[in-house]
């Protein structure tokens, strides 16, 4: 009985400093994180009541963007928004508007994420009629005039109403990819 106690304490013994060793080994693998590292990323500048315009190279108004708050952050250089409002110009006549409870502009503005609620419609000109649609996301690329989401979509105008997941349009050429699960129904205004 001795001796198998003296086993078991042994195996005990074993386990311990090979599971202790281990740990060591994993904690002095985690390096002390620099001073850099350490500071977080913050606001360089903030602005309330946030208004910009942005115009093309041949001087036509692109976009216009406006938000309750804007928080630009020093090291990643991304721009935060608190209800951002944005207006995509297509034409004089033709424009889309676009709206929701937050978003964030990457560095160099090339791309504009939206988040909450995001609601995008079009203006009704002569040739169209208005048209809704409303996501949870949206990425926006300003510079060739796209918006893009993975989210479930829903899309209203004309009396055609859409359900999807995931979409992709150019709004230049007016055509919306629908990703998947799409559903839809029509129902005739008169």
């Known amino acids: 009985m001795k001796r198998f106690r003296t086993f078991i304490l042994l195996v005990f013994t074993s386990l311990t400093v090979t599971f202790s060793f281990q740990l060591t080994e994993m904690f002095s693998e985690k390096t002390i994180p620099s001073e850099h590292a350490r500071i977080q990323d913050e606001v360089d500048y903030s602005i309330d009541n946030f208004n910009l315009t942005i115009l093309d190279k041949s001087g036509k108004m692109q976009y216009h963007l406006s938000a309750v708050s804007m928080l630009h952050y020093k090291e990643s250089d991304i721009t935060r928004l608190k209800a951002p409002n944005i207006e995509l110009f297509r034409t004089p006549q033709e424009h889309w508007k676009i709206q929701a409870n937050g978003g964030n502009v990457s560095p160099a503005g ?43 979509i829903q899309l209203q105008g004309n009396g055609v109403l859409i359900k999807a997941r995931g979409m992709f349009a150019d709004l ?17 205004p008169h």
């Open 172 to 188: 230049d050429q007016e055509t919306f990819q629908l990703l998947s699960r799409v559903r839809g129904s029509y129902v005739s």
């Open 110 to 152: 090339k791309d504009v994420l939206l988040e909450g609620k995001v609601q995008l419609r079009r203006t009704a000109s002569a040739q169209q009629r208005p048209l809704i649609m409303t996501t949870e996301t949206l990425t926006i690329r300003p510079d060739d005039n796209t918006v893009s989401t993975q989210d479930n």
